[in-house]
Nanobody
Framework: QVQLVESGGGLVQAGGSLRLSCAPS????????MAWFRQAPGKEREFVGA????????KYADSVKGRFTISRDNAKNTIYLQMNSLKPEDTAVYYC?????????????????WGQGTQVTVSS
């Protein structure tokens, strides 16, 4: 069974940094597009950023551009979300997702494999 396993969430003060990791089990993500979404209480799930594994091309939401960076490690079959200059409004559950069609998109409906989520809390 294909699964995505996230790690790295936690509590941090505003202005601080965190790095999230996402590793799939059961398959190799070399042909996928991997993305991060987040969902705050009472809000819809929103796109954060994505990386097209084969090309390394990335796409980010305007709200995180210049602060967040997605990267991949081929050897570890893992993607990362480096979050810097965190703000209280970044507080949410962060989800890793996979798009098997390798389309670099922010459309949540194109991602059909999801992780369990990891909580990120930014205090002011």
């Amino acid at each position: 069974q294909v699964q995505l396993v996230e790690s790295g969430g936690g509590l941090v003060q505003a202005g601080g940094s965190l790095r999230l990791s996402c590793a799939p089990s059961g398959y190799t993500i070399s042909t996928y597009t991997m993305a991060w979404f987040r969902q705050a209480p009472g809000k819809e799930r929103e796109f954060v950023g994505a990386i097209q594994w084969r090309t390394g091309n990335t796409k980010y939401a305007d709200s995180v551009k210049g602060r967040f960076t997605i990267s991949r490690d081929n050897a570890k079959n893992t993607i990362y979300l480096q979050m810097n200059s965190l703000k209280p409004e970044d507080t949410a559950v962060y989800y890793c997702a996979a798009n098997p069609w390798a389309i670099l998109t922010a459309d949540v409906h194109t991602y059909d494999i999801w992780g369990q989520g990891t909580q990120v809390t930014v205090s002011s």
